[in-house]
């Protein structure tokens, strides 16, 4: 799992664990990942922490052979490392240098983890793999934010050809689109109770969402509850695009 130091990445981690799985935890930040794997072995789990850029691809060849070589295969792959740039914009007002650090982390860094993790489940027998986009991926923002809005997309279109491509090889690729969440990643940014509720306005249940509650929608995708899913958009957002996009 990449991201696996905090939020989403953390919960899934720990739910995943609790459920029998043997979970490599993977993050940028070596610090956090060696703290989840600890939580998990804390419980009676198992876990080994790597430190991985996703967006090198010798780091995602190696989170993938040290999954493999400490637990013996790969089963589950959650490409979910992402970033949200404090100066990404308007396609005039953001700089090149965040655009493109934005595509290497959130688009790059899922096209690597499937290139060098899809022949390790195939090894395996196949598996389930989950990508995390985001529920601007097919409703755009409410505020500018152009390199993260298309980078979720580009996920989003990564993960129906995969889905597509690998069908029988028992291969499924779905893509998970929180919708705002309680999360370090959001919260940096609606510091203040006035932007909070602006934001609140827009979702139909009225509260931000949790990582735990993002972990158990992981948790089914991977799962052979649900073994006829592939190619699938889950969105996990508390209503919000069910107000706000119109049926074609």
């Given at each position: ?78 490409n979910n490392a992402g970033i949200s740039h404090i100066d990404d914009g308007d396609a ?71 889905s597509v491509v690998h069908a029988r090889e028992n291969i499924r690729v779905n893509t ?9 990643l959001l919260m940096k940014y609606l510091d203040t109770e006035e932007k909070r509720q ?51």
């Amino acid at each position: 799992m990449t991201g696996a130091g905090s939020g989403i990445g953390r919960q899934t981690s720990l739910l995943f664990a609790r459920e029998g799985a043997a979970v490599t935890a993977v993050d940028i930040a070596a610090a956090s990942a060696k703290e989840t794997a600890r939580l998990i072995e804390k419980e009676g789990g198992r876990a080994t922490a790597v430190t991985a850029d996703v967006s090198c691809a010798a780091d995602c060849a190696r989170m993938v052979e040290v999954a493999e070589r400490a637990f013996g295969g790969l089963h589950v792959l959650f490409n979910n490392a992402g970033i949200s740039h404090i100066d990404d914009g308007d396609a005039v007002e953001t700089e090149e240098a965040v655009w493109d650090l934005t595509m290497n982390v959130n688009l790059k860094g899922v096209f690597l983890g499937c290139k060098y993790g899809i022949p390790a489940l195939l090894r395996s027998g196949g598996g389930s793999i989950v990508n995390t986009a985001s529920f601007v991926a097919v409703l755009g923002a409410a505020t500018p934010q152009i390199a993260y809005t298309a980078s979720k997309g580009g996920v989003l279109a990564l993960s129906r050809e995969l889905s597509v491509v690998h069908a029988r090889e028992n291969i499924r690729v779905n893509t998970l689109c929180p919708g705002p969440l309680r999360t370090e990643l959001l919260m940096k940014y609606l510091d203040t109770e006035e932007k909070r509720q602006r934001r609140l306005v827009h979702i139909p249940m009225g509260r931000f969402g949790e990582a735990a509650e993002i972990a158990r929608t992981v948790l089914f995708l991977a799962s052979e509850e649900s073994s006829f899913v592939t190619g699938a958009t889950f969105v996990v957002d508390g209503g919000i695009t069910a107000a706000y996009v119109t049926p074609e």
